[in-house]
């Protein structure tokens, strides 16, 4: 396997506890996307569907949180995630996961690691 590096954004896009930035994923699929957010100085990324039924999590695009700012919600069900880890700890999907993507900072750009 090949690991591919792909430019999602600079890193001062992505604010602690503030909106994602979503990019496509045309890999998975016409409209599939992904989005970072950044989370206790960390970035984290996940595919954009609940772990539920396949729907995208955000209810206006980039809107990823709750709001206390401490959980990824889904805006279909409600489910809450740990925005370090993707764990659905409320809802329909309790004890299931987001998809967590291979992301890297560095040079002050997030990048997307793939394997091709």
């Not at 950044?38 to 609940?50: E, F, P, T």
């Not at 999590?57 to 740990?82: M, P, S, V």
């Not at 900072?105 to 997307?112: M, S």
Request: proline share 4%; glycine share 10%.
């Amino acid at each position: 396997m090949v690991t591919h590096e792909r430019l999602i954004c600079s890193s001062d896009e992505v604010v602690e506890k503030g909106m994602g930035v979503r990019f496509d994923m045309p890999h998975l699929g016409e409209r599939e996307t992904g989005f970072v957010l950044r989370y206790r100085g960390a970035v984290h990324g996940y595919i954009n569907q609940c772990a539920h039924v396949p729907a995208p999590l955000d209810w206006k695009e980039g809107e990823f949180f709750d709001l206390t700012r401490t959980a990824i919600i889904c805006a279909t069900h409600g489910a809450q995630y740990h925005p370090e880890t993707g764990y659905c700890e409320l809802g329909p999907c309790k004890g299931k996961s987001l998809k967590k993507l291979n992301i890297a900072e560095r040079d002050e750009k997030v990048f997307l690691i793939e394997q091709i």
